[in-house]
């Protein structure tokens, strides 16, 4: 299980109704997407850092370390708009300025709305949701597949750098560079030797390619919760108008 799929299983809002947690974090990428990234982004990642933490009960430091790994993607691509590639070397773009940080503003506060709904909910009360959406089938097994075949990477990875620590491979940097190369050089064929024994467990228990049934308990929606959403998002919207 990786860090966000147990923030997602055990946080405060995990028992939460889906609808709710689905209208927020799409509703907050939504305004994201459209709205201008001055000041309604700062607003945006402001109420996502607020739900999560003082709603959800992730801690900051949590919060802060899940959304940075995107932030790095980001602020990557940002930073080729800072710089024009012309017959006399590298210079500044014009205006390079104001798009890297409109891209970044923007880019951010979608995120934080996208880890706002994936924080606070577990992986299988989204495949139900698309089950219940009537989304094509296949769709719905290789999102599902490709989930649990991540997490299957993510503890070979895991448990192989355990390995290479205690046997010393990480003690200096010249041994953790040829661990860390020894590491992805295995990792997919063991990654696939797992998931083709996993495969073949489903197989000995009669599963036939059919949908996986999960549980996934049906919760009432909440109309305070849901009010104060549609109020939050109707808020935003109102402000990116009229920053516009």
Known sequence: ???????????????????????????????????????????????????????????????????AAPLGFV????????????????????????????LTLRATAAVAGLLTLTLTTPATELVTALRRLKVPVEIVEIALLTHRFLLVAGDTAQAMGTAQAARLGHTDWKRRIRST???????????????RRVEQGLAARGWTGASLAVLSPARPVSRPRLAAIVATLAALAVLGIASA
């Not at 607003?43 to 996502?48: D, G, K, T, Y």
């Not at 017959?87 to 940080?101: D, E, R, W, Y």
């Not at 190369?181 to 998931?195: F, H, I, S, V, Y």
């Open 75 to 102: 602020l990557t691509g940002a930073a080729t708009l800072l710089v024009t590639v012309g017959p006399h070397g590298i210079a500044l773009a014009p205006g390079g300025l104001t798009a890297a940080v409109t």
């Open 181 to 195: 190369g020894m590491l992805a050089a295995n990792l997919l064929p063991r990654t696939l030797d797992r998931a």
């Open 1 to 67: 299980m990786t860090p966000i799929d147990r923030i997602a299983a055990t946080n405060r809002w995990r028992d939460h109704a889906l609808a709710e947690k689905a209208l927020l974090g799409l509703g907050l990428l939504a305004v994201a997407l459209l709205a201008p990234p001055w000041p309604t982004g700062l607003a945006i990642l402001a109420v996502a850092t607020l739900v999560v933490t003082a709603g959800a009960g992730v801690a900051v430091a949590t919060w802060l370390r899940v959304l």
